[in-house]
């Protein structure tokens, strides 16, 4: 496969997500609600996980639900509290983008998420390719890894080389968890790839009781940052709640992983 712009052998890269470094050594946390529901709701997480440590706070606004008849999402106006929250907090936002006709309400927003579902959605992609925000690019559950890495280099092609990988499981014959977390995926990216990677084990998992342990493997094993979703009362949470962890259980993982961290790298 013709890999132009992605390049093994360089350096690996540093991505700026506003004041924030992921790569080449520095390690992030992205963590926060699968979905806003409510100003109150976004910025007693946001305060908690900051509170705790994490560097990024993450939002939906725009929800890609697998049922048209589940909560889509505050839309526009959950852009309009994840600008307001990060003027409160400091914290930088990333939040996920499914179509180009929305690019523009984005201009607030520091880090624009592809997810799974439009990880070859390439019109999607050439656009994001054009502006100069960080993307960070979910690997689809049905995708190889060659995959994930051309869908990187559409959004190089066309200019912008800002890009965060993130695996977050892929669909296997195993049932119990939502996906299979796919963790030799972080040290291969690595070897194919100078870009950051990231682990999501919230959506890799489905299921709250495992987050904390595949995070904590997901450091062990290079990743360059984790993407963990946090609510208060995860049983009515509109979105994801049986994976999402409490902020007590996040300010543990938390210190769990900077030992990691302080340990091996
Ligand atoms: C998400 O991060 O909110 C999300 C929908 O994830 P994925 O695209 O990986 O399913
Ligand atoms: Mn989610």
């Given at each position: 496969m013709v890999t132009a712009n992605i390049n093994s052998n360089a350096d690996p890269k540093i991505i700026s997500v506003s004041n924030i470094k992921i790569g080449k050594g520095h390690f992030a946390v992205i963590a926060g609600p699968?979905?806003?529901?409510?100003e109150d709701q976004l910025f007693r997480i946001a305060y908690a996980v900051k509170n705790s440590g994490a560097n990024i706070l993450r939002g939906g606004a725009f929800k890609p639900r697998s049922s048209p008849y589940e909560f889509q999402g505050l839309k526009k106006e959950g852009l309009r509290l994840l600008s307001e929250v990060k003027k409160e907090t400091g914290l930088p936002v990333v939040t996920e983008i499914?179509?180009?006709?929305?690019?523009?309400?984005?201009?607030?927003?520091?880090l624009i998420q592809v997810g799974a579902r439009n990880m070859q959605n390439y019109d999607l992609l050439r656009e994001l390719g054009k502006t100069d925000k960080p993307i960070l690019l979910k690997r689809g559950f049905c995708n190889t890894l060659q995959e994930l890495l051309m869908s990187a280099e559409y959004i190089m092609q066309a200019g912008n080389e800002n890009i965060i990988l993130c695996e977050r499981g892929i669909r296997t014959y195993e049932n119990y968890t939502r996906n299979t977390l796919d963790l030799s995926a972080v040290p291969a990216l690595h070897m194919l790839s100078n870009l950051p990677v990231i682990v999501d084990p919230s959506h890799a998992t489905g299921n709250s009781a495992l987050v904390p342990s595949m995070a904590l493997a997901a450091t062990a094993c290079g990743a360059d940052g984790l993407m963990v979703e946090v609510h208060f009362d995860p049983a009515c949470a509109l979105c994801d709640g049986p994976q999402s962890i409490t902020p007590q259980t996040f300010d543990k993982l938390q210190k769990d992983v900077m030992k990691i961290r302080n340990t091996l790298f």
């Open positions: 699968c979905t806003i529901e409510s499914t179509n180009t006709h929305a690019l523009d309400l984005f201009s607030d927003i520091d």
